[in-house]
């Protein structure tokens, strides 16, 4: 089992920042690819940014690259979402995820992570 807690959500105007942090305990942390996904009302939950297990690989969707930075510290077990520019579409609740996962393809595959976090609620105001 893998337990996993997001933190960092608040208000923000358009053109702020935020980090988001996902803190993890249970199973190795190390051993996990970690994912960013987010829900906002009335839509499917969707693939925000992935990395994995070292830290070595990040994927993002088209809508955030170049604006979110996704990172790990695996001696804090720790997982980050570094939110730059943010837009009023940004607006949702971010959810952090765990995954044994070995293709890069099913990273964005929100059925494919096996823990998640409660989720952290991000508002940007235009």
């Known amino acids: 089992q893998v337990q996993l807690v997001e933190s960092g959500g608040g208000l923000v105007q358009a053109g702020e920042s935020l980090t988001l942090s996902c803190a993890a305990s249970?199973?190795?942390?190390?051993?996990?690819?970690m994912g960013w996904f987010r829900q906002a009302p009335g839509k499917e939950r969707e693939f925000v940014a992935a990395i994995t297990w070292s830290g070595g690989r990040t994927y993002y969707v088209d809508s955030v690259n170049g604006r979110f930075t996704i990172s790990r510290d695996n001696s804090k077990n720790t997982v980050y979402l570094q939110m730059n520019s943010l837009k009023p579409e940004d607006t949702a609740v971010y959810y952090c995820a765990a995954g044994d996962l070995y293709y890069s393809v099913t990273y964005r595959d929100k059925g494919a992570y096996e823990y998640w976090g409660q989720g952290t609620q991000v508002t940007v105001s235009s």
């Open positions: 249970g199973r190795i942390f190390s051993n996990y690819v």
